[in-house]
């Protein structure tokens, strides 16, 4: 079963806007991880945010998570086209990674 | 380096049918996943190798499923007598030992007329 679940399903910007997406989840967690997929194919990782953090950066990406909430976001700045893709949170308990359903980003030029 | 690879990209197959789809992983990671996503959804965890550990089992979703590991590296995940609700992206993740980013192939996609 899915642990997360992401908001909002879908989510279309001009390029240069910023992008927001949430993700909550239901049991504890290790750590919770953001990953991109293009294309319906292989996922790629963004970004690793652990139970003890509430705040990570990566270039333009900004990740937060609130463990009292169940609760993660990623921002993605200044967006370009090429941010156009799916993107999932997935938790991590056990070394298994519980993904959402995800939220398709669509970048307008 | 080399990522993930997985053969076939694309399979399609008449229900009743078995098929077999392959990972590589990356050299020298020790754990290997499955996952299954349907159209759509989420990806949902199958099977997890670790080292010479007996695998987690626990995703998969009926004894038409099984999966292997020869020699600690390339990994077979066998689907026996297909059917529909079969149909999906099948992908397979690998990670070194230590590290919980998993890194993922470009998966295969199946398609059980």
């Known amino acids: 079963s899915q642990q997360g679940e992401e908001d909002p399903q879908a989510l279309s910007i001009q390029e240069g806007e910023n992008a927001t997406m949430n993700c909550s989840y239901k049991?504890?967690?290790?750590?919770l991880q953001w990953y991109r997929q293009n294309s319906g194919r292989g996922l790629v990782h963004l970004i690793l945010?652990?139970?003890?953090?509430r705040e990570k950066h990566s270039g333009r990406l900004r990740v937060t998570l609130d463990t009292s909430k169940k609760s993660s976001s990623l921002l993605i700045t200044a967006s370009r086209a090429a941010d156009t893709a799916s993107y999932f949170c997935?938790?991590?308990?056990?070394?298994?990674?519980?993904f959402g359903a995800g939220t398709t980003v669509t970048v307008r030029a | 380096g080399a990522g993930v690879s997985q053969s076939p990209s694309n399979k399609v197959t008449e229900k009743g049918k078995d098929v077999e789809l392959r990972c590589d992983p990356i050299?020298?990671?020790?754990?290997l996943y499955w996952y299954r996503q349907s159209l759509g959804q989420g990806l949902e965890f199958l099977i997890y190798?670790?080292?010479?550990?007996?695998?987690?089992k626990s995703g998969l979703p009926s004894d038409r499923f099984s999966a292997e590991r020869t020699g600690g590296s390339v990994s077979t995940l066998t689907i026996q007598r297909t059917q529909q609700e079969d149909s999906a992206v099948y992908l397979c993740a690998s990670s070194p030992a230590g590290e919980e980013t998993q890194y993922f192939g470009p998966g295969t996609r199946l398609l059980v007329l």
């Open positions: 190798f670790q080292g010479n550990s007996a695998p987690d």
């Open positions: 945010i652990r139970s003890n953090e």
């Open positions: 049991t504890s967690i290790n750590n």
């Open positions: 997935a938790t991590d308990l056990d070394y298994k990674l519980s």
């Open positions: 050299s020298g990671h020790t754990a």
